[in-house]
């Protein structure tokens, strides 16, 4: 489970969850804790018995020396003597290098991922939390990874607040950083990011992620119930709500069916569960909060054409309470847009219903 949650920080970052994750990492680490302990008393163990076995077979020899080959007690014993602390100092040494070559590097990689963490730790500026009344929107936004090739080019984008808008592109374009800049996981290199015509950076970045559910390409689940991975421990969220988003996310007939319904343990990443049932749960987690915006990140890959049919019409019924920004290739996810947009060569531009690649992804939808 500590593999898991670190591992699916961005997603709970994004819908600004990553507090819950406390918690479960206190408890995962009070285990490793105790792992640990159990470790080092049981290597001690091991070296207080090495001492009394060393001790019999000495005796054994100096028995058999003094038996068979008759040799003078004094050379017995200062032979004996000079085995035990030599055989006890080699060890010790040995163990000694070991043990520090190894706390070394543990050391040194430890202490570079602290200041590195320290040099990167968000800066959350205080202001108003937004609401999401007009429009999400990009203005004039440059972004990349590497100064020399840019993802985004002076892109402009408008999403306006109950709307269903979809974005396409080649794998590589960067979509999901259009969605990592809206919800205030990577800030543009030029630019603005604005909430109703207000610069994100003036606003309350975790009262924002807040208002965003968040469902990411790579499915994050944990190794517990169906209840926790909904609610990541949320005691605000009752079953109420959970049926609720579970119905919502065409998820409620399976998690019914299931031996223990929402106390269902679904293994580690969900294994117990197929890949669409996945992707339900993934996508109940978002919306069981009510976000204001809802960010789908390849959402419904996994889903079987009806349930994906029935996933879009329930998006769509959620509007205009919740504004949805899909990211997909999917036909029936694309069709269900407002607007269109399309990434392509760091150029982000809206596609309008007679383009071409608009008809043709309604075409392989029918």
Known sequence: RLTDALQGIKPLKAMGLESNLRPL???ETEGLNRALQRQVLSKWYLTVSQEPVMGVFLALGLYVALTAWALPMSVLLVTAVLFTRTVSRIGSLQKARQNIAVLESAFWSLREAIEEARRQREQTPSGPVP??????SLEQVSFGYDPQRPLLRDADLV?????????????GAGKTTVADLIAGLQRPDRGRVLIDGRPLEEYDIHGWRSRIGYVPQELILFHDTVRRNITLGDPALDDGRIWQALEEAGAREFVEGLASGLDTVIGERGIRLSGGQRQRLAIARALVRRPRLLILDEATTALDPATEAAVCRTLRALAPAVTVLAISHQPRLVESADRLYRIEDGVLSEVSPAHPQHHALKGNAK
């Open 25 to 27: 990492l206190e408890q």
């Open 131 to 136: 609401e999401l009344c007009r429009e999400v």
């Open 159 to 171: 999403i306006p607040a109950g709307s269903f808008t979809g974005l396409i592109g080649p794998s």
